[in-house]
């Protein structure tokens, strides 16, 4: 199992800007994705975006597509968000998961939760 680390959730006014960021205690299998999910009120957990470890493909939720930016850096096991023009719906907790597989249509069960980060954007 991986312990993941998560960190950067906040509070933000609308039009502004957060990066989370998501470290892995072991190194990640690379033919597996890490990536955020989140959890807004009233609706299901969904996946946010997601980067494959090995050959660095990047997958997004159509409602962040042009906003949110995937990122990792393998030599520190860690993967980040860069959220911008963020938007009150963008509320939530922010959860970092692993081992997981994601294609342009489909979002596949994950094998390693964070324990979440709380992003809160006020209009």
């Known amino acids: 199992q991986a312990h993941l680390e998560e960190s950067g959730g906040g509070s933000v006014q609308a039009g502004g800007s957060l990066t989370l960021s998501c470290t892995a205690s072991r190194i990640m299998y690379s033919s597996n994705a890490m990536g955020w999910f989140r959890q807004t009120p009233g609706r299901e957990r969904e996946g946010v975006a997601a980067i494959y470890t090995g050959g660095g493909d990047t997958f997004y939720a159509d409602s962040v597509k042009g906003r949110f930016t995937i990122s990792q850096d393998n030599a520190k096991n860690t993967v980040y968000l860069r959220m911008n023009s963020l938007k009150p719906e963008d509320t939530g907790i922010y959860y970092c998961?692993?081992?997981?597989?994601?294609?342009?249509?489909?979002?596949?069960?994950?094998?390693?939760w964070g324990q979440g980060t709380h992003v809160t954007v006020s209009s």
């Open positions: 998961a692993a081992d997981f597989l994601v294609s342009a249509s489909s979002w596949y069960p994950v094998g390693e």
